[in-house]
């Protein structure tokens, strides 16, 4: 794992465009998972000005809320062809959003699983963090071996999505449709980022803490080529920094990104 501190959170999303975008331009049929959120908006307003072509590209989100459907405001199938879909000319039928509205939930995670084999494996799995800990929307005790199926919300995870429902934590669904872990791990890449003073203490525990199911995205710990992108706000209860900047600035795969 590689953890790139930048200094604030328009850096640290920057860099992360930058690399997606890299992504994107070495392989034609790149298959990008995306996350939601808002620490995202600015990443894909950045990748969607960038020039690059989509065209041959497939994309996997995370998860999906269960009963809201693709053209509620409030769903993420909403949020990405509000924030990348419609600015990109990827092909529409090439993006994909877990199906919170089918009425048979396992299917519909069953073939989710299915059509991310078949598109040949996720390239690079973009994560955000939620406080309760998750990446995608695998709440804590989530199996670190677990697959796309439907989950139970925390009312963290409630109370910090709230501010998209009116701030009304009643009217935030309880479930989702998300990516397991296992899911997640199997991706060839994963780029998690993370900004601002209120993520800074799941980002350690996530990082330097032990692996366990009671934060699901320590999981990162076991992939062979994790980036994490934080701010300085974010990084402020880290305690290896010291060795992570001295990466960064010695590295040459980072002599491109550092500014
Ligand atoms: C939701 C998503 C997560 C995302 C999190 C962070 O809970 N399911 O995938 O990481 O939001 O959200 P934000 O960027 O708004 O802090």
């Known amino acids: 794992m590689e953890i790139i501190i930048q200094a604030d959170a328009q850096h640290a999303v920057r860099l992360v465009a930058r690399l997606l975008e890299n992504r994107v331009r070495n392989k034609d049929s790149t298959v990008l998972g995306l996350a939601t959120g808002r620490t995202m908006e600015q990443v894909y307003e950045q990748l969607a000005g960038c020039g690059a072509s989509f065209k041959q590209c497939c994309s996997f989100n995370l ?7 693709p053209d509620d405001p409030n769903s993420y199938r909403h949020y990405m062809q509000e924030h990348l879909f419609t600015k990109i000319d990827i092909d529409p039928a090439n993006t994909h959003v877990p199906d919170g509205n089918a009425s048979d939930l396992k299917q519909a995670a069953e073939d989710y699983e299915r059509l991310i084999v078949q598109a040949g494996g996720i390239d690079v799995q973009l994560l955000g963090i939620g406080e309760a800990g998750h990446i995608g929307f695998n709440e804590p005790l989530s199996s670190l071996v677990s697959r796309t199926r439907d989950k139970c919300l925390t009312p963290t995870t409630r109370a910090q999505n709230a501010p998209m429902f009116g701030g009304d934590i009643n009217r935030v669904p309880t479930r989702a449709l998300t990516m397991g872990v296992g899911t997640i791990l199997k991706a060839r890449e994963l780029i998690l980022l993370a900004t601002g003073s209120a993520k800074a203490s799941i980002v350690a525990k996530a990082i330097e803490g032990p692996i366990t199911s009671m934060v699901s995205a320590s999981a990162i710990q ?7 992108v934080v701010d300085e706000a974010a990084a402020q209860h880290l305690h290896g920094r010291e060795y992570y900047d001295f990466v960064f600035a010695n590295e040459p795969e980072w002599a491109a990104y550092r500014d």
């Open 63 to 69: 998860d999906e809320y269960v009963g809201l459907s």
């Open 222 to 228: 076991l992939h062979p080529n994790c980036k994490v």
